[in-house]
């Protein structure tokens, strides 16, 4: 989720770097640079996204430490009835729509948060260089 709002924003403070520096090598180096900064902040958001998951993982009280995974059991499962032809009668496409939505985004935010706690380091290296 932080991943994909930092390569949002690399383009338009590319964007800006190119208006407020009128050298092209300049520009090269300060666009680098704020790469640089945005992965490292990006890798210390997702950091302590990992710790409070792992914390409440850890947690000696049931409830905390299964709440996320029971939430996205439950949304699946609905959405599995969904397709099985048994639904609420009150239940509207939008709000189907709504919770494919979550389940979508807490498996890309699993997958995308594992990837980047793995990728995030390895590029940050490179642009040291």
């Known amino acids: 989720m932080v991943s994909a709002l930092i390569g949002s924003l690399i ?10 520096v009128p050298d092209k090598e300049a520009q090269a180096k300060a666009q680098a640079e704020a790469v640089r900064l945005l992965m490292e902040q990006s890798h210390e958001i997702e950091q302590a996204a990992a710790q409070i998951i792992r914390t409440e993982a850890a947690s000696k009280h049931w409830l ?3 709440w996320r995974p029971l939430l996205m059991l439950t ?11 048994w639904t609420a009668p009150n239940l509207s496409e939008a709000e ?4 494919w939505d979550i389940v979508e985004l807490g498996i890309g935010g699993y997958v995308i948060g594992r990837s980047a706690e793995k990728v995030l380091p390895l590029i940050a290296e490179t642009m040291r260089r």
């Not at 949304?75 to 032809?85: P, T």
């Not at 189907?96 to 919770?99: G, M, P, S």
């Open 75 to 85: 949304f699946g499962a609905l959405i599995v009835a969904r397709w099985m032809g």
């Open 64 to 66: 905390a430490a299964n």
């Open 96 to 99: 189907y729509l709504k919770l």
């Open 11 to 20: 383009p338009v403070v590319g964007k800006v770097i190119e208006r407020l």
